[in-house]
T-cell receptor, first 113, second 115 residues
Framework: AQTVTQSQPEMSVQEAETVTLSCTYD???????LFWYKQPPSRQMILVIR??????QNATENRFSVNFQKAAKSFSLKISDSQLGDAAMYFC??????????FGSGTKLNVKP | AAGVIQSPRHLIKEKRETATLKCYPI?????VYWYQQGPGQDPQFLIS???????DKGSIPDRFSAQQFSDYHSELNMSSLELGDSALYFC??????????????FGPGTRLTVL
């Protein structure tokens, strides 16, 4: 069965600094997708970044990038030049073949001015 | 760009009442998912539909039912509401034929409060 683990319940970063959120997962599939979603206080689920497992190149979206280690089943999110608006709950999610998502328990990111 | 629409955004019901949540997926999206998120928890999968047929079922109580209509919108019907049903209910949609394979786009959620 697929599982997703986020071992950092809460993290803090100084504005303009860099922070890395960790995520590990377990699966027996070879082609799957991994995602990071941001949930601000409004509780809207916002897609941050998407990684295709068959691609070795790490995905990037502006200040957001991932470190995808397929063999280690690790999928971390790096946020560069952190901004106050980045403060939110971040969920790692696993998806396969249009089935349901498996979510991690989330990491609450605080950004200090 | 068009997003997933959910209505109502907020709903207050008494115990044992019935509630209906509606979801309008992004145009051309053929798959709809429903999730329930309690306070401080990650979203829990309830049920999904592909091309108007139920495709998967999670930990959805028997008191809940859902369907997807010919125009692809979906409704989640909840009966005999309990205090524990108070949560944020998300609908998400995806398109099986697109480049963004397996990506689920979430609506703003319906916040259900059962008193």
């Amino acid at each position: 069965a697929q599982t997703v683990t986020q071992s950092q319940p809460e993290m803090s970063v100084q504005e303009a600094e860099t922070v890395t959120l960790s995520c590990t997962y377990d699966t027996s599939e070879s082609d799957y997708y991994l995602f990071w979603y941001k949930q601000p206080p409004s509780r809207q689920m916002i897609l941050v970044i998407r990684q295709e497992a068959y691609k070795q190149q790490n995905a990037t979206e502006n200040r957001f990038s991932v470190n995808f280690q397929k063999a280690a089943k690790s999928f971390s999110l790096k946020i560069s030049d952190s901004q106050l608006g980045d403060a939110a709950m971040y969920f790692c999610a696993y998806g396969y073949n249009f089935n349901k998502f498996y979510f991690g328990s989330g990491t609450k990111l605080n950004v200090k001015p | 760009a068009a997003g997933v629409i959910q209505s109502p955004r907020h709903l207050i019901k008494e115990k044992r009442e019935t509630a209906t949540l509606k979801c309008y997926p992004i145009p051309r999206h053929d798959t709809v998912y429903w999730y329930q998120q309690g306070p401080g928890q990650d979203p829990q999968f309830l049920i999904s539909f592909y091309e108007k047929m139920q495709s998967d079922k999670g930990s959805i109580p028997d008191r809940f039912s859902a369907q997807q209509f010919s125009d692809y919108h979906s409704e989640l019907n909840m009966s005999s509401l309990e205090l524990g049903d108070s949560a944020l209910y998300f609908c998400a949609s995806s398109f099986t034929g697109g480049a963004d394979t397996d990506t689920q786009y979430f609506g703003p959620g319906t916040r259900l409060t059962v008193l």
